[in-house]
């Protein structure tokens, strides 16, 4: 259930630039983000990167929308959304703190997240965040400047992409648990 609240915005989003404006799609997943911060405050629970990061750039780009180019297209919006959830995720490993990691200390012991290769596997699985964000962008590009091709093409390869680090980040713990003897969860169950 976790899981689902925070790629909650994420899916109102592409539900949104479906159905109604550019503008209103990331208002409302700003929005989103910003209740998903305000839970996590009120539990006493961290400001997650991810969820703060994706609040901003979201806001960034429908005051962008508002402001300056109101007729920037879906594309362009949906690549621009791309790129910051792409660049949250790399730098957040940048600087030494995968965004996983926040996750992960709050949903195991102290001694799980004290075992050799926790960071570790902190790394491996936002680097699969980020491959997947990544491929999302380069969808939307390939879309951006091969007009020709049909809009599910990108769709299809957002889904591959997303559903593929969702496994990934629930399939990597076990793996490591039976190789290595290691629990190591990054993000909340996924079941």
């Known amino acids: 259930m976790a899981i689902f609240l925070i790629l909650a915005p994420y899916g109102a989003f592409t539900f949104l630039m479906l159905v109604t404006s550019a503008a209103v799609s990331v208002f409302t997943a700003s929005a989103i983000c910003l209740a998903t911060v305000a839970v996590d405050v009120a539990r006493g629970r961290s400001v997650k990167v991810l969820a703060a ?5 979201f806001a960034a780009i429908g005051l962008y929308l508002a402001l300056i180019d109101p007729a920037f297209g879906p594309l362009g919006v949906k690549l621009s959304v791309d790129i910051g959830i792409f ?3 790399l730098g957040s490993m940048l600087l030494r703190r995968p965004f996983t990691l926040q996750y992960a200390l709050e949903s195991v012991p102290a001694e799980t997240a004290a075992m050799p290769g926790f960071l570790t596997a ?9 491959a997947a964000a990544l491929l999302m962008a380069a969808a939307n590009l390939v879309l951006l400047y091969v007009p020709g091709l049909p809009l599910w093409s990108s769709l299809a390869v957002a889904f591959a992409a997303r559903n593929s680090a969702i496994y990934f980040t629930k399939w990597y713990p076990e793996y490591r648990q039976i190789k290595y003897g290691t629990p190591a969860r990054a993000l909340p169950d996924a079941r």
């Open 122 to 130: 902190n790394y491996v699985i936002t680097s699969a965040w980020t």
């Open 53 to 57: 990061g994706s609040a901003i750039v």
């Open 87 to 89: 660049v949250i995720s």
